[in-house]
Nanobody, 124 residues
Framework: QVQLVESGGGLVQAGGSLRLSCSASGHGFSSYAMGWFRQAPGKEREFVAAIAWSGGLTNYADSVKGRFTISRDNAKNTVYLQMNSLKPEDTAVYYC?????????????????WGQGTQVTVSS
């Protein structure tokens, strides 16, 4: 059984930065893609970023390209999301997820395991 635990969320002013971490326990972390998703109040969960098993391929939502960077450390079973130039519209609960394949996917239904989420609030 895979368990994912996010950390690093908090309150930040617009233009600031946060770094989210997601630690994984259980088998297979280094074999699968990892993704970050977010859900704002009253909205559906949406894709943010994903990274392939090796870290060599990434995928980003248009809304975060150039501001967010996803990375992973397979030796530490951890995936990161560096968020810069944050905007109030980035406010949401952020979830990490482990994919069912090795390649970074946008479709949330291609992810098998999910963390409990961490709140990110960006004030204007």
């Amino acid at each position: 059984q895979v368990q994912l635990v996010e950390s690093g969320g908090g309150l930040v002013q617009a233009g600031g930065s946060l770094r989210l971490s997601c630690s994984a326990s259980g088998h297979g972390f280094s074999s699968y893609a990892m993704g970050w998703f977010r859900q704002a109040p009253g909205k559906e969960r949406e894709f943010v970023a994903a990274i392939a098993w090796s870290g060599g391929l990434t995928n980003y939502a248009d809304s975060v390209k150039g501001r967010f960077t996803i990375s992973r450390d397979n030796a530490k079973n951890t995936v990161y999301l560096q968020m810069n130039s944050l905007k109030p519209e980035d406010t949401a609960v952020y979830y990490c997820a482990e994919g069912s394949t090795a390649q970074p996917m946008v479709d949330q239904y291609k992810y098998d395991y999910w963390g409990q989420g961490t709140q990110v609030t960006v004030s204007s």
